[in-house]
């Protein structure tokens, strides 16, 4: 290749693309869009597709993968529970078969929180305390309780 060529190609690369225009939150999105604005790669996407049924994208010619708004909802929503909350795929299942409807499941949501954020709490988002948290403690203090005494009842019976 000629230097011009070469020189010619390299300003190309670098040349930054025109911004999309922002599309309207009734639009449907492209797995791309999709990953981007999840901060993830597109195959997880693929992936959750086989592990939550809920998450069913059009499919056009090509097999070309277009999100409804209600699937970018329900993603955002595993992506929470999954990578902020600690979550696992089956943890997630089951809190989608508990809540009855992927709209119940949707609405449990808290704020998203962007992955890469410092982890704190956005100001907006409720303070979570236990119903009962002495009842809770009590009931700890009684497992431990009952551990004890199997320990010392081994113990016991060894020696």
Do not use: C
């Amino acid at each position: 290749m000629s230097d011009e060529t070469e020189a010619s190609k390299s300003a190309k690369d670098t040349t930054e693309r025109p911004a999309r225009a922002e599309k309207s939150a009734a639009a449907f999105r492209t797995i791309s869009e999709v990953a981007d604005e999840l901060d993830l790669p597109q195959h997880v996407l693929r992936f959750w597709e086989t592990k939550f049924p809920q998450v069913r994208p059009m499919k056009r010619g090509g097999g070309r993968r277009y999100y409804r708004p209600d699937d970018v909802q329900l993603l955002h929503r595993v992506r929470d529970l999954l990578y902020v909350d600690g979550y696992t795929i089956k943890g997630v299942q089951k809190l989608m078969r508990q809540s009855g409807s992927v709209r119940n499941f949707v609405s449990e949501t808290q704020p998203h929180v962007p992955l890469g954020d410092s982890g704190a709490a956005p100001e907006t988002a409720p303070a979570i305390t236990a119903p009962t948290e002495t009842a809770w403690l009590d009931e700890v203090n009684g497992i431990v309780a009952d551990l004890k005494g199997l320990r010392q009842q081994l113990l016991d019976s060894a020696g």
